[in-house]
T-cell receptor, first 109, second 117 residues
Framework: GQNIDQPTEMTATEGAIVQINCTYQ??????LFWYQQHAGEAPTFLSY??LDGLEEKGRFSSFLSRSKGYSYLLLKELQMKDSASYLC??????????WGAGTKLIIKP | GAVVSQHPSWVICKSGTSVKIECRSL??????MFWYRQFPKQSLMLMAT?????????EQGVEKDKFLINHASLTLSTLTVTSAHPEDSSFYIC?????????????FGDGTRLSIL
C-alpha cells in the first residue's frame, strides 16, 4: 500500500532551525512535493524533489533520498508566520499525489 | 504565475440545495484539475480527477451522481454538490496542474467552505 509518515506536531522557537522528516512508500515514484497549509486555508507549493540531494530555496530547503524513501524539509530563521502544517506529498507512478495528515509546526517567541 | 481562482469562498445554505463551485486557472492551461475535500484536522482527501473534455475519474466511495464535475475548458472545472445535506459540510479545494509533463506541482485554489444547515 501507499503510506506517508510524518510527525504529527513539532514546536520550535522563532529564529531557530527546524527539520521536518517524512518517510514514504508509494507504488512507483515521480518525485516528492512539500506544501505549506495555514489553518483554514488551502495548501501552497513549497518545493519539489525528484533526484537525490538537497534543493535550497531561500529559508526553506528540501532533501530527498529515493533509496531510503525519505525526505526532509528544513526551515531556517523561523518566523511566527511559519506556524502552519507542512505536507509531504510523494507522487506515484500515475502522477497522483499521496497526501498524509502533515506536520503541524508551532513557532514560539 | 500559476494562479488558481476558486469561487465562492463561503457557502451557507439549506439542506437539499445544490451548490456549484468553480475552479479557474488564470494564467495557465490546466489539462488536469483535482477536487479535494478536507475535514478539520484531517488530511486532504482526493474526490476526483478531472480532465478537459472527458469524464471525471472518481475515487472509491465518492458518489458521482452527488458530486457532478464538469471540465468544459482548459481553464475551468466545476463541482456541483447536488441535494446537499449537513454531512456534506466541509472544506472543498480544487487544484490544477499545468499541461505538458505530469510531474508538475498542483496549484491550489483558496478553497470553498461549505456549511449545510
Amino acid at each position: 500500500g501507499q503510506n506517508i509518515d510524518q510527525p504529527t506536531e513539532m514546536t520550535a522557537t522563532e529564529g531557530a532551525i527546524v527539520q521536518i522528516n517524512c518517510t514514504y512508500q508509494t507504488s512507483g515514484f515521480n518525485g516528492l512535493f512539500w506544501y505549506q497549509q495555514h489553518a483554514g486555508e488551502a495548501p501552497t507549493f513549497l518545493s519539489y524533489n525528484v533526484l537525490d540531494g538537497l534543493e535550497e530555496k531561500g529559508r526553506f530547503s528540501s532533501f530527498l533520498s529515493r533509496s531510503k524513501g525519505y525526505s526532509y524539509l528544513l526551515l531556517k530563521e523561523l518566523q511566527m508566520k511559519d506556524s502552519a502544517s507542512y505536507l509531504c506529498a510523494p507522487m506515484d507512478s500515475n502522477y497522483q499525489l499521496i497526501w498524509g495528515a502533515g506536520t503541524k509546526l508551532i513557532i514560539k517567541p | 504565475g500559476a494562479v488558481v481562482s476558486q469561487h465562492p469562498s463561503w457557502v451557507i445554505c439549506k439542506s437539499g440545495t445544490s451548490v456549484k463551485i468553480e475552479c479557474r486557472s488564470l494564467d495557465f492551461q490546466a489539462t488536469t484539475m483535482f477536487w479535494y475535500r478536507q475535514f478539520p484536522k484531517q488530511s486532504l482527501m482526493l474526490m476526483a480527477t478531472s480532465n478537459e473534455g472527458s469524464k471525471a475519474t472518481y475515487e472509491q466511495g465518492v458518489e458521482k451522481d452527488k458530486f457532478l464535475i464538469n471540465h468544459a475548458s482548459l481553464t475551468l472545472s466545476t463541482l456541483t454538490v447536488t441535494s446537499a445535506h449537513p454531512e456534506d459540510s466541509s472544506f472543498y479545494i480544487c487544484s490544477a496542474r499545468e499541461r505538458e509533463t505530469g510531474n508538475q506541482p498542483q496549484h491550489f485554489g483558496d478553497g470553498t467552505r461549505l456549511s449545510i444547515l
